[in-house]
């Protein structure tokens, strides 16, 4: 058997690190010549620093990477982006490759927007493409007008700031210091206070808490006099009262007018009320009836004339 000189064996080997390198720095621009990928092309005027080797996503899910970017032709400044994807993926038609932003620190990816079919596209297709906003100018333009509306609060402070630095004058502070400590004075006092009615603090606290606690153990009782009230008030509402005082109302009136017109002597009552001939007629007349009466009495031959014959007696001289 021939032996191997040294010399192959160092070009093979050079040759095999050679290779092993090249596969090497492909895979890590994501191009692996031994996996099993479909390949996508897409069309864009403007990819807004989209970079090889640069992740395909499906809903978040990475599927591939960006594979070659280059232009479409020498005059329009169109570029061709290869995409290679996971064979596992089917892409149904009407799919969108849309070149969003990575984070606020900067980079792009590709997202594939599912589509509504019918079909899939296959192996070399070209898909449809677009680019999203780009999340700093979004952000950008949120923060527009917050920037503005903190400007403005800014200058407000300023300005409210400068207003209390003419307030905050010497004289302003001296009254300041002075009311502080009146203030401290003044709480001292009312320490004062509360210390030497403490105990009486605790004796009228300790009342309440004696009450309230009356309250609690007395609470069946109240209820049933609270029942006993709204019973009662059931009642009157139920007994017409305003009737009641209507008809006593009206009666009060008839008497009222009753004795306005004995007052005015109207009437028998009235008359014999406020008469005074009346009065000395009756008294008149009963003093004769009294005469009367005793004369009766003294001499009853003179009204009372009767005989056993018939026969009247002689006329008193």
Do not use: C
Request: proline fraction near 3%; glycine fraction near 6%.
């Amino acid at each position: 058997m021939k032996k191997i000189s040294n010399e192959v064996k160092v070009g093979a080997t050079t040759l095999l690190a050679i290779l092993i390198f090249i596969w090497l720095y492909s895979f890590l621009k994501g191009k692996d010549f031994f996996s099993n990928s479909a390949y996508y092309y897409t069309v864009f005027d403007e990819i807004g620093g989209l970079a090889e080797s640069s992740p395909v996503e499906i809903n978040g899910f990475k599927v591939g990477v960006v594979q070659n970017i280059d232009f479409l032709d020498d005059e329009s400044g169109r570029l061709v982006v290869t995409f290679s994807v996971i064979k596992n993926f089917k892409l149904p038609k009407k799919t969108v490759a849309e070149i969003v932003p990575m984070s606020l620190l900067g980079g792009m990816k590709v997202h594939f927007i599912f589509g509504t079919g019918p079909g899939y596209y296959v192996n070399r297709d070209t898909i449809p493409g677009r680019i999203a906003e780009s999340l700093i100018k979004t952000v950008e333009s949120e923060l527009i007008p917050v920037t503005e509306k903190l400007t403005k609060l800014i200058t407000t402070i300023d300005s409210v700031t400068s207003s209390v630095n003419e307030i905050m004058n010497a004289g302003f502070k001296k009254n300041l210091s002075e009311t502080l400590a009146n203030l401290n004075s003044t709480t001292g006092k009312l320490d004062n206070i509360i210390g030497s009615k403490e105990e009486e603090l605790k004796a009228t606290l300790d009342n309440v808490n004696k009450f309230t606690k009356m309250l609690s153990d007395n609470s069946a009782s109240m209820s049933g006099t609270f029942k006993n009230l709204e019973t009662i008030s059931d009642t009157l509402a139920s007994a017409d009262i305003f009737a009641s005082i209507s008809s006593l109302k009206t009666s009060l009136g008839k008497t009222s007018l009753m004795i306005d017109n004995i007052n005015k002597g109207k009437g028998t009552a009235g008359q014999f009320l406020t008469n005074d001939t009346l009065y000395l007629n009756m008294t008149h007349s009963l003093e004769s009836l009294n005469i009367l009466l005793k004369d009766m009495k003294a001499n009853p031959k003179r009204y009372v004339h009767f005989s056993i014959f018939g026969k009247k007696s002689a006329p008193a001289n």
